[in-house]
């Protein structure tokens, strides 16, 4: 007997649903992407007439020589830098919440990579010569330039989570259970990879003997631990805005399992800062200099102090904050600790790291930089790309994985039609419980949910029946044990001393898991038989 | 008209409109002139060149100069002497801060008259003191003041240089008689070298260089003195077109003092070997072991 396969469906269906994933929605979702191309596209203006005139329409000069560019380079290497920390949960100790959610950090660390390689790709004064640096083509001096490290590094963990992400987003729209052989080296090695790609920015500077502020050992620990403040301060404040978009349809431990990392994290990375000023300025050392110039201004002048100040004091005010148990039950405040820390450490160690090095210059002038408007624009605009590729990729990751997909067809209509409720009716169901909904909407959108399943077993069961499956009674306690699931968690809703939050955890996590499982083994099974030619 | 083809419809117009907006907002790339032939875009590195291929583009950077400044000018690409190793030595006993030295550069190297660019730094120092930190580029009253030594800074031309090491590209490297150049026609314009330098040596073309016709020095050199393109690094040579052929650098031409010497390191009957072996030398920044080839000294 030939070997009957159910339909898996292929590349040009999936980018055509991705695309269409990617550009529907609502009036928010085309106002705020309005928004951000109307931001970019200034911002690729001035780029523009950047290259045309030259970096004279920048702020830098030749005692200050990097400025707002590699600034934002370096910050958002730490912002990508810090998907590792749902990476390491999710996969080193298999938390099956954050398995769902990693995601949403591994398309962060893309949307961050890219911003980061276009922040360098702007501070060029020759972007036309970028094939020089190009291995092979171009002369690329590796292993000696740091500069060849990071392209490696960053070009590398960038497709370290392209290929991861991809791969995982393909295997759900197939319907295949992807293949840990395939992606599970590639997570563990993005794990390792993610340190290095910061580490390497920090030696970018601390390995230059002529810029004392800079040449410390100090530099890429510090860089690491600002790097796992911002980045989850930032993937909190996402996580909270899809929950409350509704577009979230998974757990919300995520956000307290990243609150408890930047509990401890914002705390070392003020204790590093702590322990470098002490280091500079008791002994009075040649990098004191800069640090002196940073915090109080030197020789009359004093550009960076208001921003450090204000760096550190929110840095100090939202470490105070994530040491407050009761922030979780805030998330106003929450969100507002987190941007709150992640502006402080844009500061700390974009302007407040890499302008100092140059301040006093190398001969010990006082020249002081300042970001020029076409600087702005352009760091704005290569932002606002950043956050277009963000949003299209979570428009297009989210409703894959956890709604109906056609990989999980089971080759009749009908049924394929049922499940696409279901899915979407659970999911309907986890929002609504998450978002905090009335009883009395709560109690219509279950027992719409309740009434659905009932009613989609049936029909299945019938289906069976009618093909003389043999697989029939199993298959049908199985969905018993799926309805009584359901009952109590009906039951748990209706009780007011019941977790809802644990609720829903139960129903995305142990019931959409079971309904996907289901389809792809059991359902795909019958379906495989009713496709067979009658003996 | 069906919900379907309207919204069909309207993403159409979006991408069309956001296309638009994006061709009008790129629009100013359409007067960029590098100043570059297809044929010198795909050109290879400095060191895999023949010698008739530098002959090439010498000739078509002749060429070019001539069409944008419509002057003649020579430009040559002279190598290394074999067993010659350049030093230069600066006496601060005797610099009396003129700053003629920076003056020179500033022709002799067809630098941007609006910047009034040079490779070299004049540091007014106060006596009894050999601290950077007190030191003033920027004085501008009648020289030598009273109380004050100075100390001219230029590119050490480093052994162990910094920015050589930094170079993604490799647009930057020591040649074998100990000067460290530049390809401006290699250079990316990333900086890092202006970052590694301890010694302020390094400069960008934030903008195309403005130079009057009649001011250019028509005796030039591929990795010298040629009028440099925008956004590439530049630095001092050693006046390396001069050098190489048995002249001195501007920069001592122009010392009323005799301050500078210059010479073959790799010569024991140089003056430089002589005030090596003699005075009291010492290097800027010892500790970073950059190892430069740039020595200052005191008579007494």
Redesign the interface.
Not at chain 1, 207 to 211: K, Q
Not at chain 1, 360 to 365: K, V
């Given at each position: 007997m030939a070997v009957i396969a159910l339909h898996r469906p292929g590349l040009l269906p999936f980018m055509r649903q991705a695309f269409s994933y990617a550009?529907?929605g609502g009036p928010l979702f085309?106002a705020w992407m309005t928004l951000l191309?109307c931001v970019a596209?200034?911002g690729?203006?001035a780029w523009?007439?950047q290259?045309?005139?030259?970096?004279?329409v920048?702020g830098?000069?030749?005692?200050v020589?990097?400025g707002l560019y590699i600034s934002n380079f370096t910050f958002f290497v730490g912002v990508a830098a810090a998907a590792v920390m749902m990476v390491i949960p999710a996969y080193l100790y298999h938390d099956h919440e954050m398995h769902d959610a990693v995601i949403v950090g591994e398309l962060l660390a893309i949307s961050a990579i890219v911003v980061c390689l276009l922040s360098?790709t702007v501070?060029?004064?020759?972007?036309?010569?970028?094939w020089?640096?190009m291995p092979g083509i171009?002369?690329?001096?590796w292993p000696?330039?740091?500069?060849?490290w990071d392209?490696i590094v960053l070009n590398g963990y960038l497709g370290l989570n392209v290929w991861i992400c991809g791969y995982l987003l393909w295997s759900r729209w197939r319907g295949t259970v992807p293949s840990p052989r395939l992606y599970l080296p590639f997570v563990f090695l993005s794990i390792i990879w993610a340190v290095s790609i910061h580490t390497v920015t920090a030696f970018?500077y601390c390995?230059?003997?002529?810029?004392p502020f800079w040449n410390t050992a100090l530099l890429a620990p510090r860089f690491l631990a600002s790097a796992f403040v911002a980045g989850p301060a930032l993937i909190i404040v996402v996580l909270l805005v899809l929950q409350r978009l509704g577009s979230y349809p998974f757990g919300d431990k995520p956000v307290r399992l990243l609150l408890r990392v930047v509990q401890i994290t914002a705390l070392i990375n003020l204790f590093m800062l702590a322990v470098e000023c002490f280091t500079a300025l008791y002994a009075g050392s040649t990098h004191a200099?800069s640090l002196r110039y940073l915090l109080f201004g030197a020789h009359g002048h004093h550009a960076l102090v208001p921003w450090m100040w204000s760096a550190i004091a929110l840095n100090v005010i939202a470490a105070g904050l994530f040491l407050w148990p009761g922030l979780i039950r805030r998330p106003g405040l929450l969100v507002t600790a987190c941007l709150m820390t992640f502006v402080g450490i844009w500061i700390e160690k974009g302007m407040g790291l890499v302008i100092p090095?140059?301040i006093?210059?190398?001969?010990?002038?006082m020249v002081e930089y300042v970001p020029s408007l076409t600087e702005w624009k352009i760091t704005l605009g290569i932002v606002a790309g950043g956050l277009i590729i963000y949003t299209l990729l979570l428009k297009i990751a989210l409703p894959l994985l956890s709604g109906w997909t056609p990989g999980l067809s089971v080759g009749v209509e009908a049924m394929d039609a049922q499940h696409r409720q279901l899915f979407d009716r659970l999911n309907a169901l986890v929002v609504a419980i998450r978002s905090g909904r009335g009883t009395t909407e709560l109690d219509r959108t279950m027992s719409f949910l309740d009434s659905y399943v009932r009613e989609h077993f049936a029909d299945e069961e019938q289906l069976m029946a009618d093909a003389g499956y043999p697989g029939l009674e199993g298959h049908r306690r199985m969905h018993a044990s799926f309805t009584a699931e359901l009952e109590s968690v009906r039951a748990g809703l209706a009780s007011l001393q019941a977790d809802r939050q644990e609720l829903a955890e139960r129903l995305h996590l142990s019931m959409r898991d079971w309904l996907l499982r289901h389809i792809q083994v059991e359902d795909r099974s019958y379906g495989v038989f009713l496709k067979q030619p009658a003996c | 008209m069906s919900d379907l083809t309207r919204r069909t419809v309207l993403k159409a117009a979006g991408a069309t409109l956001g296309a638009s907006a994006f061709a009008a907002a790129i629009a100013p790339l359409t007067q960029w002139q590098p100043a570059e032939s297809v044929d010198e875009f795909l050109r290879r590195h400095y060191k895999e060149l023949t010698a008739e291929d530098l002959a090439a583009i010498c000739r078509r950077i002749e060429a070019d100069t001539k069409v944008s400044h419509g002057i003649d000018v020579h430009v040559a690409a002279p190598q290394p002497m074999p067993g010659v190793q350049f030093g230069y030595a600066l006496n601060l006993s005797i610099c009396v801060g003129c700053r003629r030295c920076a003056e020179a550069c500033h022709q002799e190297n067809n630098h941007d008259r609006t910047s009034h660019n040079s490779y070299i730094r004049v540091f007014e120092l106060d006596n009894g003191s050999i601290d950077l930190a007190t030191g003033d580029a920027t004085y501008d009253h009648p020289v030598p003041a009273k109380g004050k030594y100075y100390m001219p800074v230029q590119c050490h031309q480093c052994d162990n240089a910094p920015c050589v090491k930094v170079c993604p590209v490799e647009a930057t490297w020591k040649e074998q008689d100990g000067i460290v150049v530049v390809d401006y026609n290699w250079c990316i314009g990333c900086r890092y070298c202006e970052a590694a330098c301890p010694y302020h040596a390094r400069r960008f073309n934030w903008k195309k260089p403005e130079i009057k016709a009649e001011e250019i020095n028509p005796d030039q050199s591929y990795l010298s003195n040629r009028v440099r393109p925008q956004g590439v690094m530049e630095k001092c040579t050693f006046c390396l077109h001069r050098t190489r052929e048995g002249r001195l650098p501007a920069c001592l031409e122009a010392c009323p003092t005799g301050a500078r010497v210059f010479g073959d390191l790799a010569d024991p009957d140089s003056d430089i070997r002589w005030v090596l072996a003699n005075k009291r030398v010492f290097i800027l920044k010892d500790e970073l072991g950059t190892k430069p080839r740039f020595f200052y000294f005191f008579d007494k």
């Open positions: 550009t529907d085309y191309t596209l200034v690729v203006n523009a007439n290259v045309v005139s030259g970096m004279q920048t830098m000069g030749d005692h020589s990097w360098v501070d060029l004064g020759r972007p036309d010569r970028f020089h640096m171009g002369r690329f001096n000696i330039s740091l500069l060849t392209v970018l390995g230059l003997g002529g810029r200099a090095g140059f006093p210059s190398t001969l010990h002038e | -």
